[in-house]
């Protein structure tokens, strides 16, 4: 095997067709032919990587749980009941699902505050390690938090990473330099065919996110874009076929 990034990533697994981010999205992705998907993770108040999108609760449980998730321990974490009936995983749990279909994974490191950057990315890294899943063709870091990157540059250096821009405003240049990013990964609200081709011309694997209009994503490719962040991963794979 090699490291190639596919034209589609499931975006926390497959967020439009099973409950974002758990093991019910990232079976269902695997299980239906999706060799890459995307995930979120973050600590728990013991420091347990937690697969889990946004640093509350409120979403995902309609409000019946509040609170931020970095204020519970993960085992407090696993009895929560998201509002479709199913639970938060562990990146442990979701990483033997992977293993299982031999799918491949980009980890958004994601902490929860900024002092957290450094440890949330080195207990991931421990997590992979533990669960096997350390090979740089399956396993792929991004993040909004450089400093993320940068440690996982002390300590798996082979790991690809992606810088991930949120804003025009955000200079994103000298953190991929930093870092030695693989890719930058964009906002495809915010992607114009001037950046796409100033990102390519920079030597960077283009992906865009979150891309769920085949039109929109047919268009982004034939200025440049290699790779999209898509909720429907096997819808967005036969309409790019």
Known sequence: MSFVLPTVLGHRGARAVKTENTIEAFAYACQSGVRWVELDAMLSKDGEVMVFHDETLDRMTDGKVKGRLDALNADRLKEITLKTGVKIPTLAQVLDVLNRYNGCVNIEIKPS??????????????????????DPDRLFFSSFTWDSLRETMLFAPQIRRGVLVEDV???????????????????????????????????????????????????????????????????????LK
Not at 223 to 235: A, I, N, R, T
């Open 113 to 134: 505050r900024p002092e957290l950057a450094r440890e949330t990315a080195r207990r991931v890294w421990r997590t992979a390690c533990d669960k096997r899943f350390n």
């Open 169 to 239: 405003s955000g200079d994103w240049r000298p953190a991929a330099k930093d870092v030695d990013a693989y890719s930058v990964n964009y906002d495809a609200d915010l992607l114009t065919p001037e950046l796409i081709k100033e990102i390519k011309d920079g030597g960077y694997h283009l992906l865009a996110y979150t891309v769920n209009d085949a039109n929109r994503a047919k268009e982004l490719r034939a200025q440049g874009v290699e790779s999209f962040f898509c909720d429907d991963p096997v819808f967005m794979s036969k309409a």
